[in-house]
């Protein structure tokens, strides 16, 4: 059974730069069903997706979120990873990573079936 | 303020029915996007229940059933259980925003 499991600081001060890693284990990364992705709940908040990757290395970025964004994965490492720059308190969170499966054969039409167990960001200082 | 609009609450007696509406817009349900649904306990991931408007993943009880019209989507639970206290997002494209959009939850309460 494939599982995600996310790793990364859980304290970063303001308007420094947030890093996580997801891990991929028991299945392949380099699958060209799936799409990775990055979703967050801030407290008391809902549910935000931040963006997405394909393995070949194609990123789809919440525009909300673009300019601050990079979102690269490591096939060789079955790792994918999340660097959010210019950090505030707005950006303190619980952030998950998961794997995306298209419902039909439309392009837009993907969910997120697998989840990470997630890890809380607190921002600082 | 999300481009899906779900309601803050419902609640309902153990047994009963309660649906749960996902109103969007025509560019994201209207537009033809599918609709998907996920059930999240306190502390833990979110969990996927509807994928593609109206289908159960192995493992989600057939009390939960999805459909959509138009520009909007439903999320049925019939036969209320406790253990369905939880909160309930629908998700799907937005071509406006250029990118995947959560509900803003709907927290479910058995009476």
């Known amino acids: 059974q494939l599982q995600l499991q996310e790793s990364g600081p859980g304290l970063v001060k303001p308007s420094e730069t947030l890093s996580l890693t997801c891990s991929v284990s028991g299945g392949s990364i380099s699958s060209s069903t799936y799409h990775w992705g990055w979703i967050r709940q801030a407290p008391g908040k809902g549910l935000e997706w931040i963006g997405s990757i394909y393995y070949i290395g194609s990123t789809y970025h919440n525009p909300s979120l673009r300019s601050r964004l990079t979102i690269a994965v490591d096939t060789s490492k079955s790792r994918f990873s999340l660097r959010l720059t210019s950090v505030t308190a707005a950006d303190t969170a619980v952030y998950y990573c998961?794997?995306?499966?298209?419902?039909?054969?439309?392009?837009?039409?993907?969910?997120?079936?697998?989840w990470g167990r997630g890890t809380l960001v607190t921002v600082s200082s | 303020q999300s481009v899906l609009t779900q309601p803050p609450s419902v609640s309902g007696a153990p047994g009963q029915r309660v649906t749960i509406s996902c109103t969007g817009s025509g560019f994201n349900i209207g537009a033809g996007y599918d609709v998907h649904w996920y059930q999240k306990l306190p502390g833990t991931a979110p969990k996927l229940l509807i994928y593609g408007n109206s289908n159960r993943p192995s493992g989600v009880p057939d009390r939960f059933s999805g459909s959509k019209s138009g520009t909007s989507a439903s999320l049925a639970i019939t036969g209320l259980q406790a253990e369905d206290e939880a909160d309930y997002y629908c998700?799907?494209?937005?071509?406006?925003?250029?990118?995947?959009?959560f509900g803003g939850g709907t927290q479910v309460t058995v009476l």
């Open positions: 998961a794997r995306l499966e298209r419902s039909t054969s439309s392009w837009y039409d993907w969910y997120f079936d697998l």
């Open positions: 998700q799907s494209y937005d071509s406006s925003l250029s990118g995947w959009v």
